[in-house]
Each structure stands twice: as structure tokens, then as C-alpha cells.
């Protein structure tokens, strides 16, 4: 008898998990609130996962054969997925590629100088693809989310919309919290000079005037007299402290810190993958404190 009860528990399991909509992610804060929002509906399958690389990731044949079963693959957009026309075609025409900062408001970065460039792969658009850096953003997002899941799963529709309701309800109070973070710094001393053009939509949204710096980056390919312009930029801007991003050129680095007396702050998250901070609360969280903390925040 306990047999029998148990085939029939684990039918019952199997018949859950094979209710449930399978989605998949092209970046690991989509697969969080996908996951947020969609709660025990959902079967969210990271492509791209934390660690990796957004500016140079392609899904492979074992990451296209990963998705399969999926009706819904979520997107970042804004150009930033370059190989999106590709994996339409791999999919099929019954998989819908939902890319879902398409109808977020978009920042322009400056084409006419290359330090407000994101990276060689997206030099061509001038949209800045980092939209997640917002939470209104992101709560945007959430809605978009549960739109889609409610039209392939209309049966769960009221479970979505409360699902990206509560999730846009956590998202106003981060910003809350960093906001207040962020009164802790004088307003002349909020200039945020990072590795690359990632952080427009968080500057906006905070107040703070974004200062994008090759130099402090990955790259070895920097000529001396853009570093020297760099150190320039850092003197007339008057710029307390450098956030450079994660592997950052530590030759390029050491100069600007000699040749400035500038501080380094921690580096900052900026394309929401690192696998310390893959989901939009650990990353706001982790680069407000880093950002507070060198900008001498009382």
C-alpha cells in the first residue's frame, strides 16, 4: 500500500513539474524575476549563466538544445544580444524571443566619443543596453514578464500579475534604501567614473553624472595618450575615486592612482552576471555600498 501511495506521490510531482512553463534566460536577473514572477509555474533554465559573459556570449548547440520545449525565451534587447537573428532561426518560428527591455525607455550614448562606447561589439548602436541597472526598470520588466507568461499560461494569469506586483513592490523599496544610501554623499562629489558606458540608467535614476573611462578596464590596448587624457579627465572633473570592473588592467590602473593621488573603490557590478551579484538586489546592493563608501558617504 505504501508503494502504490508513493507511485502516486511521485506521479503527481511529475505531473506538476511537466505543468509547469518552461522559460529561458539570455542573462541572470531576466532568470530572476522570470523567477520571482512566475513562482512554482515556472521552469526558468539559465543559458547564460552567472560567470559569464554578456558582451561576447553565443549560445552553443547544447545551450539551443537546452531550450527546447520552451514557448518563451527572455531577452535583454537593446541590441545587446548581437546573435539574436541567428537563434531565431535555431529555434523555429513557434518559440517567441521576448526581448524585454524593448519597450523600456532608452538612454543614447554619446557616438561621437569612444569612451562612451559600451564595448567593441556594440559600438554600432547607440543605445546603452545596460537597462537593469534601474529599478523602476526593473519593475517594468516584471509586468512585461507576466504579460508574456500570462499569454501562453492564461490559466495562471492572476498568479503572474501578483507575482510582478510583489516583485515591483521589492524593487521601489531598494531603490528607497539606495536613495537614502546615496544622500549620504555631497551632490558635487557624485561622479561615477567606471571601465565602460554601464552605468547611464543607474546615474539617472540616482543622480549622479556618469563618467565612462577606457583606461581602467580590461583592455591592454590603451595608448599612452589616452591614459594621459584619462588622468586629465580625472583632474578637471575633480574625481574623488575610480570603480574599475572585475580583471581590470592593473598597469593602466596603478598610473591613473600615481599620477592623481584618486582613490579605487571596489569594483562594481556592472553587467549583472558576476556570480557574487547575479540578481538586480545583490548587484543595486553591492554597488551602492561599494560607491557610498568611496565617495565618502557620512
Excluded at 561589439?121 to 543605445?127: C, Q, V
Excluded at 574599475?244 to 571596489?266: C, F, H, M, W, Y
Aim: aromatic content about 6%.
Amino acid at each position: 500500500m505504501k508503494t502504490f501511495a508513493s507511485i502516486l506521490l511521485l506521479l503527481g510531482l511529475s505531473m506538476s513539474a511537466q505543468a509547469a512553463v518552461k522559460v529561458a534566460s539570455l542573462h541572470p536577473i531576466l532568470a530572476d524575476v522570470a523567477r520571482q514572477v512566475g513562482g512554482a509555474n515556472v521552469e526558468v533554465v539559465e543559458v547564460l549563466k552567472a560567470g559569464g559573459d554578456v558582451h561576447h556570449f553565443e549560445p552553443s548547440a547544447r545551450d539551443i538544445a537546452a531550450m527546447r520545449g520552451a514557448p518563451l525565451i527572455l531577452a535583454c534587447g537593446k541590441h545587446l544580444e548581437t546573435y539574436l537573428d541567428k537563434l531565431r532561426d535555431s529555434v523555429g518560428s513557434g518559440v517567441k524571443i521576448v526581448e524585454v527591455g524593448k519597450p523600456i525607455p532608452s538612454l543614447l550614448l554619446d557616438p561621437s566619443n569612444e569612451i562612451f562606447v559600451c564595448c567593441p561589439a556594440h559600438a554600432k548602436s547607440s543605445i546603452d543596453p545596460h537597462w537593469w541597472h534601474s529599478a523602476e526598470n526593473m519593475k517594468r520588466a516584471a509586468r512585461i514578464i507576466a504579460d508574456e507568461l500570462s499569454a501562453v499560461d492564461p490559466a495562471n494569469g492572476a498568479a503572474y500579475e501578483a507575482g510582478a506586483k510583489a516583485a515591483g513592490v521589492k524593487f521601489m523599496q531598494l531603490k528607497s534604501w539606495a536613495q537614502k544610501e546615496i544622500a549620504r554623499i555631497p551632490r558635487s562629489d557624485r561622479k561615477l567614473v567606471t571601465a565602460h558606458a554601464a552605468f547611464g540608467y543607474f546615474c539617472k535614476e540616482y543622480g549622479f553624472k556618469t563618467i565612462p573611462m577606457l583606461g581602467i578596464g580590461r583592455s591592454d590596448d590603451i595608448s599612452a595618450q589616452y591614459i594621459a587624457q584619462t588622468i586629465q579627465a580625472i583632474r578637471d572633473n575633480k574625481i574623488k575615486a575610480v570603480f574599475p570592473e572585475d580583471q581590470a588592467n592593473p598597469k593602466v590602473l596603478t598610473e591613473i592612482v600615481r599620477s592623481t593621488g584618486v582613490k579605487t573603490g571596489q569594483a562594481l557590478v556592472a553587467d549583472g552576471t558576476s556570480v557574487h551579484a547575479h540578481t538586480f538586489e545583490a548587484m543595486l546592493t553591492h554597488n551602492v555600498r561599494a560607491i557610498v563608501a568611496a565617495l565618502g558617504g557620512q
